[in-house]
T-cell receptor
Framework: DQQVKQNSPSLSVQEGRISILNCDYTNSMFDYFLWYKKYPAEGPTFLIS?????DKNEDGRFTVFLNKSAKHLSLHIVPSQPGDSAVYFCAASGGAGNTPLVFGKGTRLSVIA | DTGVSQDPRHKITKRGQNVTFRCDPI?????LYWYRQTLGQGPEFLTY????????KSRLLSDRFSAERPKGSFSTLEIQRTEQGDSAMYLC?????????????FGEGSRLTVL
């Protein structure tokens, strides 16, 4: 029973264009959502998060949107850069962000120069 | 700036052997987590500690797996009688309890290969 789903295993985008990565969740108790980025042979690194009381959070080129009624969130990267090429994981937590993170399977983003 | 460190980074062992991984969290963090990641999957939660207390264990954690955090600082994850299905990246992460963000800080992982 996958509580956090990333249905696109991979995505290719031209440099300078927008990358949109999607994530769906099933557990209505989740109240914090995070995106992590992972390069090969490294641990995941935190990218951006959003609380369930918000519907948007922006940090530079990265914006996360949350649609609670649809149990859906998305990460927008604009403009995309070749250095953004990595695997992106969506993760969720409950209890005001106090329970262990539950991760999706990840989406591999390739930004083509 | 000392992040989460894990040792060893890579371990190759034969089926049936025991292996132990060590994790040193960020010093001021009171929570420590172990996750496992296999190819094509996201990190899967195994267990976590708050200080020295083990608060939760996943049902993924079979009896062959044991984790300790004896003094509330570093932690060890031991796998006894390893099986080929144990081959994975074992990730350690730390955080502050009740930080309000849910953010975990990960180490670079310990890759286990069971032959």
């Amino acid at each position: 029973d996958q509580q956090v789903k990333q249905n696109s295993p991979s995505l290719s985008v031209q440099e300078g264009r927008i990358s949109i990565l999607n994530c769906d969740y099933t557990n209505s108790m989740f109240d914090y959502f995070l995106w992590y980025k992972k390069y090969p042979a490294e641990g995941p690194t935190f990218l951006i998060s959003i609380s369930s009381i918000k519907d948007k959070n922006e940090d530079g080129r990265f914006t996360v949107f949350l649609n609670k009624s649809a149990k859906h969130l998305s990460l927008h990267i604009v403009p995309s850069q070749p250095g953004d090429s990595a695997v992106y994981f969506c993760a969720a937590s409950g209890g005001a962000g106090n329970t262990p993170l539950v991760f999706g399977k990840g989406t591999r983003l390739s930004v083509i120069a | 700036d000392t992040g989460v460190s894990q040792d060893p980074r890579h371990k190759i062992t034969k089926r049936g052997q025991n292996v132990t991984f060590r994790c040193d969290p960020i010093s001021e963090h009171n929570r420590l987590y172990w996750y496992r990641q296999t190819l094509g999957q996201g990190p899967e939660f195994l267990t976590y500690f708050q200080n020295e207390a083990q608060l939760e264990k996943s049902r993924l954690l079979s009896d062959r797996f044991s984790a300790e955090r004896p003094k509330g600082s570093f932690s060890t994850l031991e796998i006894q009688r390893t099986e080929q299905g144990d081959s994975a990246m074992y990730l350690c992460a730390s955080s502050l309890a009740y930080s309000g963000t849910g953010e975990l800080f990960f180490g670079e992982g310990s890759r286990l290969t069971v032959l």
